[in-house]
């Protein structure tokens, strides 16, 4: 993290004191948050100019459920999320380099250019990726928390998706069996209120929160544009459930500033404009924390532009590294299908490839 | 070597797999408390307890899905569907996830998962739990399918499955749960995935098959012998990977081949291997290759009409004369 000058002025009101975070902490937040952001927008620069292909979901806006969820964790804890987690591999220490290269299709990419944007992977980190069927990684999540409960150890999983998932049956199947057999997970809704362009309104009639509670599964409602109240929730959330109480259900409330995916425009027939700049001049959580920090004398202009400047380098240097690391070879091509590849039968049926 | 009813060898296999590794655990419907819808889990709850044999809700796409979680991350899954017709819950689960996470991770994940339960009809059970299911996995690289056919092959089938670091989608025959034979009881039987059986040596024809089938192609071969026609049946017993070395062996050996399958012609298993062998040994070929599979309708209900509707050893009989221009 970047040096930042901090002037805690005795006088000034102790604006951290309610979520019992540090002014390190808080710090370490907003340089997270705007790492995120400065990575996202050099993707959507990327994108731009046809360096990166296929479909590209950025996380720009959402930058505080992200950051303030993940910074709860342990390294041995589990995250798995769906297709707008570029970010979130990061929170949880795929480096900025690798996402950026595999969003390129390069050799260094997290998952050597084979899943791209809405595939990347971090078996070393426990980031589980990168899904992109709606609601399809909310089972897998229940049973990597089924594997912590077999082998008796106290890792949590985190399961993020969108809020277009809980509509899905594999969402109320797996919440079923988490609380049946009582599964250390937390299902997390990252509520940007839109599914693509169907409002969460259009096609539910109950509010996101009461969504667990008819699998016996207690649900909390958060604001995501807060990292602090976020992070302070789930610091709560994740010693509940690493002591066994079984699992919880967040609905984090947020907002996305961009569109969809790349291809989308930012509005458009499904939200006007105007709520959407309004959320980006009210509720934006980078500026939601400076203004804290800033009126509690923890940061001042100086520091944050520093702060804003390392991320600007990480982003830049992720975008050369992801620029010269080579695209993959073929002999990549048939590799990794199986893991284990017996010396009997022929297991591709492809006059390129002949075993 | 003992001899066994095919159900009993699963549960053979289940058991000493469960008892080598610690890791291997057993989830379905009806599996524990039930002893299993049919009976392959019988006793297993009382060895292994309540944390090893599962029961699960009536949530496939849920509890596939589970399991491949589980699998990612070390334990080793299998999974029982009751049977594969209700498996299509959970196919998102086993081709989006399970047969690609290894390749899309580019190899950070391994899936040691076995999806098991019986595919194909029974007696009068109508189309929608009647159907042998088998194309829809192999058609997805990433799946290893097994087609077992005998207890024995069941057993070293089975825990060959459950040692494989892959997805393997294991299909028994509901028929075939009381059918006997003999059965090592070694605990290192296993048999290769890959490996293809033949189940009847002969020179004139070729029967090609698997899993269930291959009584269809025995009872046809048994038939044909008392005409003086002598056929050579191979059982592939794994339909990914395919054994084509022996495929390759018996179309040499007799020029003439007729691949039986329980499921439906278009674009079956069938046609994938009468296209291999056409690429492959077209030279070798006196006839084009025939194919006797389940009629391409749903299964109806009707006794007389499911009779109709099913590959039966006098189809294939005929399927072989034509062959031979009898």
Redesign the interface.
């Given at each position: 993290m970047a040096e930042t000058k901090t002037k805690k002025g005795a006088t000034k009101p102790d604006v951290l004191k309610a979520y019992g975070v540090s002014d390190e902490l808080a710090l370490e937040l907003m340089q997270d948050m705007l790492v995120y952001r400065r990575f996202e927008e050099k993707a959507e620069e990327a994108y731009a100019i046809g360096k990166i292909g296929g479909f590209c979901h950025l996380h720009i806006g959402q930058e505080g459920a992200c950051a303030g969820s993940i910074k709860a964790l342990r390294e041995d804890d589990y995250v798995i999320s769906a297709y707008r987690s570029h970010t979130q591999a990061i929170a949880k220490g795929v480096t900025p380099n690798a996402v950026m290269a595999e969003l390129y299709g390069r050799v260094g990419g997290a998952s050597g250019g084979k899943g791209g944007s809405m595939h990347i992977f971090g078996a070393h980190v426990r980031f589980m990726g990168g899904h992109g069927i709606v609601g399809a990684q909310v089972p897998v999540a229940t049973g990597f928390a089924w594997k912590i409960k077999y082998r008796e150890e106290d890792s949590v999983v985190v399961c993020y998706m969108g809020d277009a998932a809980v509509n899905q049956g594999a969402f109320h199947e797996s919440l079923n069996m988490a609380a049946v057999w009582q599964l250390p997970v937390i299902y997390v809704v990252e509520h940007n209120e839109y599914g693509m362009g169907t409002a969460f309104s259009r096609v539910s009639l109950t509010d996101m929160q009461e969504k667990s509670g008819t699998h016996g599964i207690p649900g909390t409602s958060v604001d995501g544009q807060d990292v602090l109240a976020t992070y302070a929730l789930f610091r709560k959330l994740v010693q509940e459930v690493r002591e066994c109480s079984g699992p919880r259900f967040v609905n984090l409330e947020t907002y996305r500033f961009r569109g969809h995916s790349m291809s989308d425009p930012v509005s458009g027939t499904y939200r006007p404009t105007e709520e959407v700049e309004r959320k980006k001049k009210e509720d934006d959580p980078i500026v939601v924390l400076r203004d804290k920090l800033f009126s509690g004398g923890i940061l001042d202009q100086e520091g944050l532009e520093a702060m804003d400047a390392h991320a600007r380098r990480l982003a830049s240097e992720a975008a050369d590294f992801a620029e010269n690391s080579p695209v993959p070879g073929p002999e990549a091509l048939y590799r990794n299908v199986w893991a284990e590849v017996n010396p009997h039968g022929r297991l591709f049926f492809d006059s390129r490839r002949r075993d | 070597m003992a001899v066994l009813t095919y159900r009993d060898a699963l549960n053979q296999a289940l058991r000493e797999e469960m008892r080598r590794d610690p890791d291997v655990?057993l989830m379905g419907e009806e599996v524990a408390e039930y002893d299993g819808a049919y009976k392959v889990s019988k006793g297993l709850l009382a060895e292994f307890g309540p944390?090893r044999v599962v029961d699960?809700?009536i949530?496939e796409?849920?509890?596939?899905?589970?399991?491949?979680?589980?699998?990612?991350?070390?334990?080793r899954?299998v999974i029982e569907f009751m049977t594969f017709n209700f498996a299509f819950l959970a196919l998102?689960?086993i081709i989006?996830?399970a047969a690609k996470?290894?390749?899309?991770?580019?190899?950070?994940?391994?899936?040691?998962i076995v999806f098991r339960g019986p595919t194909g009809a029974a007696l009068q059970l109508a189309a929608q739990h009647s159907q042998a299911c088998e194309t829809y996995y192999t058609h997805a690289?990433?799946c290893?399918v097994v087609t077992p056919g005998t207890p024995a092959d069941a057993k070293g089938l089975l825990k060959a499955a459950i040692r494989?670091?892959?997805l393997v989608v294991f299909m028994e025959g509901e028929l075939l749960y009381n059918s006997k034979g003999e059965v090592p009881d070694d605990e290192d039987f296993v048999i290769?995935?890959?490996?293809a059986d033949l189940k009847r040596a002969g020179s004139d024809v070729s029967i090609i098959t698997h899993g269930k089938m291959i009584h269809v192609a025995l009872a046809a071969a048994a038939k044909l012998h008392k005409d003086g026609v002598e056929a050579d049946v191979l059982d592939l017993r794994?339909i990914?990977?395919?054994?084509?070395d022996a495929i390759l062996t018996t179309v040499a050996k007799t020029n003439r081949v007729v691949y039986v399958e329980e499921g439906w012609p278009y674009a079956g298993t069938g046609a994938?291997i009468v296209s291999?062998i056409q690429e492959e040994a077209f030279d070798a070929l006196d006839a084009p290759i025939l194919r006797v599979t389940q009629a391409d309708i749903p299964m109806p209900y009707a006794k007389n009409l499911e009779m109709l509707a099913k590959p039966s050893a006098e189809l294939v009989v005929e399927a072989c004369n034509k062959l031979l221009y009898r």
């Amino acid at each position: 993290m970047a040096e930042t000058k901090t002037k805690k002025g005795a006088t000034k009101p102790d604006v951290l004191k309610a979520y019992g975070v540090s002014d390190e902490l808080a710090l370490e937040l907003m340089q997270d948050m705007l790492v995120y952001r400065r990575f996202e927008e050099k993707a959507e620069e990327a994108y731009a100019i046809g360096k990166i292909g296929g479909f590209c979901h950025l996380h720009i806006g959402q930058e505080g459920a992200c950051a303030g969820s993940i910074k709860a964790l342990r390294e041995d804890d589990y995250v798995i999320s769906a297709y707008r987690s570029h970010t979130q591999a990061i929170a949880k220490g795929v480096t900025p380099n690798a996402v950026m290269a595999e969003l390129y299709g390069r050799v260094g990419g997290a998952s050597g250019g084979k899943g791209g944007s809405m595939h990347i992977f971090g078996a070393h980190v426990r980031f589980m990726g990168g899904h992109g069927i709606v609601g399809a990684q909310v089972p897998v999540a229940t049973g990597f928390a089924w594997k912590i409960k077999y082998r008796e150890e106290d890792s949590v999983v985190v399961c993020y998706m969108g809020d277009a998932a809980v509509n899905q049956g594999a969402f109320h199947e797996s919440l079923n069996m988490a609380a049946v057999w009582q599964l250390p997970v937390i299902y997390v809704v990252e509520h940007n209120e839109y599914g693509m362009g169907t409002a969460f309104s259009r096609v539910s009639l109950t509010d996101m929160q009461e969504k667990s509670g008819t699998h016996g599964i207690p649900g909390t409602s958060v604001d995501g544009q807060d990292v602090l109240a976020t992070y302070a929730l789930f610091r709560k959330l994740v010693q509940e459930v690493r002591e066994c109480s079984g699992p919880r259900f967040v609905n984090l409330e947020t907002y996305r500033f961009r569109g969809h995916s790349m291809s989308d425009p930012v509005s458009g027939t499904y939200r006007p404009t105007e709520e959407v700049e309004r959320k980006k001049k009210e509720d934006d959580p980078i500026v939601v924390l400076r203004d804290k920090l800033f009126s509690g004398g923890i940061l001042d202009q100086e520091g944050l532009e520093a702060m804003d400047a390392h991320a600007r380098r990480l982003a830049s240097e992720a975008a050369d590294f992801a620029e010269n690391s080579p695209v993959p070879g073929p002999e990549a091509l048939y590799r990794n299908v199986w893991a284990e590849v017996n010396p009997h039968g022929r297991l591709f049926f492809d006059s390129r490839r002949r075993d | 070597m003992a001899v066994l009813t095919y159900r009993d060898a699963l549960n053979q296999a289940l058991r000493e797999e469960m008892r080598r590794d610690p890791d291997v655990f057993l989830m379905g419907e009806e599996v524990a408390e039930y002893d299993g819808a049919y009976k392959v889990s019988k006793g297993l709850l009382a060895e292994f307890g309540p944390k090893r044999v599962v029961d699960s809700p009536i949530s496939e796409l849920g509890f596939g899905g589970l399991g491949v979680g589980a699998a990612m991350v070390g334990l080793r899954p299998v999974i029982e569907f009751m049977t594969f017709n209700f498996a299509f819950l959970a196919l998102d689960q086993i081709i989006n996830n399970a047969a690609k996470l290894h390749y899309m991770s580019d190899g950070q994940f391994d899936m040691p998962i076995v999806f098991r339960g019986p595919t194909g009809a029974a007696l009068q059970l109508a189309a929608q739990h009647s159907q042998a299911c088998e194309t829809y996995y192999t058609h997805a690289p990433g799946c290893k399918v097994v087609t077992p056919g005998t207890p024995a092959d069941a057993k070293g089938l089975l825990k060959a499955a459950i040692r494989d670091d892959d997805l393997v989608v294991f299909m028994e025959g509901e028929l075939l749960y009381n059918s006997k034979g003999e059965v090592p009881d070694d605990e290192d039987f296993v048999i290769p995935l890959g490996v293809a059986d033949l189940k009847r040596a002969g020179s004139d024809v070729s029967i090609i098959t698997h899993g269930k089938m291959i009584h269809v192609a025995l009872a046809a071969a048994a038939k044909l012998h008392k005409d003086g026609v002598e056929a050579d049946v191979l059982d592939l017993r794994t339909i990914r990977p395919l054994d084509m070395d022996a495929i390759l062996t018996t179309v040499a050996k007799t020029n003439r081949v007729v691949y039986v399958e329980e499921g439906w012609p278009y674009a079956g298993t069938g046609a994938q291997i009468v296209s291999m062998i056409q690429e492959e040994a077209f030279d070798a070929l006196d006839a084009p290759i025939l194919r006797v599979t389940q009629a391409d309708i749903p299964m109806p209900y009707a006794k007389n009409l499911e009779m109709l509707a099913k590959p039966s050893a006098e189809l294939v009989v005929e399927a072989c004369n034509k062959l031979l221009y009898r």
